[in-house]
T-cell receptor
Framework: LAKTTQPISMDSYEGQEVNITCSHN???????ITWYQQFPSQGPRFIIQ???TKVTNEVASLFIPADRKSSTLSLPRVSLSDTAVYYC???????????FGSGTKLNVKP | DTGVSQDPRHKITKRGQNVTFRCDPI?????LYWYRQTLGQGPEFLTY????????KSRLLSDRFSAERPKGSFSTLEIQRTEQGDSAMYLC??????????????FGPGTRLTVT
């Protein structure tokens, strides 16, 4: 089961672009990379998922280099409401089980 | 679609007592997951069901823990002879396959267990 490593915390200001990088050196061929967001006292919420190159949706972009040993979640123009913990996890296509890790606590300042 | 619901939201129990939590997944979701989360840590996978079959169990799920999903709908997680170390948030999630994508999980609000 591929484990992930993320920075413990990051600070940013409103309106800035935030990039959170996750290391997953032991990622397997069939593994997908998924990012979740979690607010205090709530369950995690799916943000984005990818396998390779770049994926973009209405809230974020996910950049995955060719070797797939890391990935970067990009949040454009963050606001105070983006203050949360962000988890990177990897799992096979069937996602039979996950490893969430400790996540990155993002603090957005005014 | 009302999302994943969990009941109760909070539970305080004395050490040694049994507790049972319930999770109602999003209808038509065939997968249901249970996680445990302690303060400052990410969710730890406990077990998951595909329909009524329990397909995977973590080593974290000791003999005191049991989960069921009768008829492939709601699920229950029971902890017998609770210990103070069981104090945590218990999260439930459900999902369904989406073509080439993985099983995106939708999480419930969790049940916070405090063992005194």
């Amino acid at each position: 089961l591929a484990k992930t490593t993320q920075p413990i915390s990051m600070d940013s200001y409103e309106g800035q672009e935030v990039n959170i990088t996750c290391s997953h050196n032991n990622i397997a061929t069939n593994d997908y990379i998924t990012w979740y967001q979690q607010f205090p006292s709530q369950g995690p919420r799916f943000i984005i998922q990818g396998y390779k190159t770049k994926v973009t949706n209405e809230v974020a972009s996910l950049f995955i280099p060719a070797d797939r040993k890391s990935s970067t979640l990009s949040l454009p123009r963050v606001s105070l409401s983006d203050t949360a913990v962000y988890y990177c996890l990897v799992g096979d296509r069937n996602f039979n089980k996950f490893y969430f890790g400790s996540g990155t606590k993002l603090n957005v300042k005014p | 679609d009302t999302g994943v619901s969990q009941d109760p939201r909070h539970k305080i129990t004395k050490r040694g007592q049994n507790v049972t939590f319930r999770c109602d997944p999003i209808s038509e979701h065939n997968r249901l997951y249970w996680y445990r989360q302690t303060l400052g840590q990410g969710p730890e996978f406990l077990t998951y069901f595909q329909n009524e079959a329990q397909l995977e169990k973590s080593r974290l799920l000791s003999d005191r823990f049991s989960a069921e999903r009768p008829k492939g709908s709601f699920s229950t997680l029971e902890i017998q002879r609770t210990e103070q170390g069981d104090s945590a948030m218990y999260l439930c999630a459900s999902s369904y396959p989406r073509g080439e994508s993985s099983y995106e999980q939708y999480f419930g609000p969790g049940t916070r267990l405090t063992v005194t």
